[in-house]
């Protein structure tokens, strides 16, 4: 996100998601189911949304769209 310019609107995101992933990239069901860490990401962006566009609606439905093509 920092190479994209975008870091300054995602502070603190990678700390919040520590854990999230395994050494190998991989989620880490043990410890964290995937639909909670969806919601956690959707809680992010919703905050994101809120202090770039003064709503939460740009990130409305991220959860749902995650879900479904992850889903099948």
Do not use: I, N
């Amino acid at each position: 996100m920092g190479r994209l310019g975008w870091g300054q609107h995602f502070g603190g995101v990678a700390a919040q998601l520590d854990g999230a992933f395994g050494a190998d990239g991989a989620f880490a069901h043990d410890r964290l189911r995937f639909t909670d860490f969806v919601d956690e990401v959707e809680e992010m962006l919703e905050e994101v949304a809120r202090r770039e566009r003064g709503d939460k609606d740009a990130a409305d439905g991220f959860e749902e769209f995650v879900l479904r093509h992850y889903s099948g």
